[in-house]
C-alpha cells in the first residue's frame, strides 16, 4: 500500500512538473532572441574571424567597462560570439556570432532601445538596421579586407571560391 503511495506522489509531481499546474505558458531555459542579420560578404569566414581580435584590440572596437553587463552570449560562447564597440556617435555595441554563417546577431543602442539589446527586428527600425548594416560592413569588413590584402593574403584564401 506505502509503494503505491510513493508512485502516486511521484505521478502527481512529474505531471506537475511538466505542466506547470495548468499554466498554458511555455518555459524555456536561456533567452534566444536576436536580430540575426545574416552578413553578406565575399571575405573567407576563417579570414574575419583570424582579424576580429586584432582589429577589436588595436583599433579601439573592445567593449568599454561601462558595458561590460552587457555581455550577451559572449561569456557562454566566446569562440563563436563576439562584442564590437563603436565609440563615435551613435555609441553603440554588436553581437556578431560565427553559427555556420556570420550573423549581425544583436544590438545594443541606448537611442534605439534603452537599457536593453534591440533583439528583435520589430524594434529596429529600417532606416537604423540600413545604418548599422553599412556601418558594420565600411568599420569592421571593409578594414578587415585591407589588413589582410597589406599582410599579403592572397585572394585564393581572402575570398570564398565558388562552388
Given at each position: 500500500?506505502?509503494?503505491?503511495r510513493v508512485k502516486y506522489l511521484y505521478l502527481a509531481y512529474v505531471l506537475l512538473t511538466f505542466y506547470g499546474c495548468g499554466n498554458n505558458e511555455i518555459y524555456r531555459a536561456g533567452n534566444r532572441i536576436?536580430?540575426?542579420y545574416p552578413v553578406e560578404t565575399k571575405i573567407s569566414f576563417k579570414i574575419i574571424?583570424?582579424?576580429?581580435?586584432t582589429l577589436v584590440i588595436n583599433q579601439g572596437f573592445q567593449?568599454?567597462?561601462?558595458?561590460?553587463?552587457?555581455?550577451?552570449?559572449?561569456?557562454?560562447?566566446?569562440?563563436?560570439?563576439?562584442?564590437?564597440y563603436f565609440n563615435t556617435t551613435p555609441e553603440e555595441m554588436y553581437l556578431i556570432q560565427f553559427n555556420g554563417v556570420l550573423l549581425l546577431?544583436?544590438?545594443?543602442?541606448?537611442?534605439?532601445?534603452?537599457g536593453d539589446w534591440v533583439a528583435t527586428p520589430e524594434r529596429m527600425p529600417q532606416k537604423e538596421e540600413v545604418r548599422i548594416k553599412k556601418r558594420f560592413k565600411e568599420h569592421i569588413l571593409d578594414k578587415i579586407e585591407k589588413m589582410a590584402k597589406e599582410n599579403g593574403v592572397p585572394d585564393s584564401i581572402l575570398y570564398f571560391k565558388p562552388i
Open positions: 500500500m506505502k509503494m503505491n536576436t536580430l540575426d574571424r583570424s582579424y576580429l581580435d567593449v568599454p567597462e561601462k558595458w561590460t553587463q552587457y555581455n550577451k552570449l559572449v561569456d557562454i560562447d566566446s569562440l563563436n560570439t563576439k562584442r564590437l546577431a544583436d544590438v545594443y543602442n541606448e537611442n534605439i532601445v534603452s
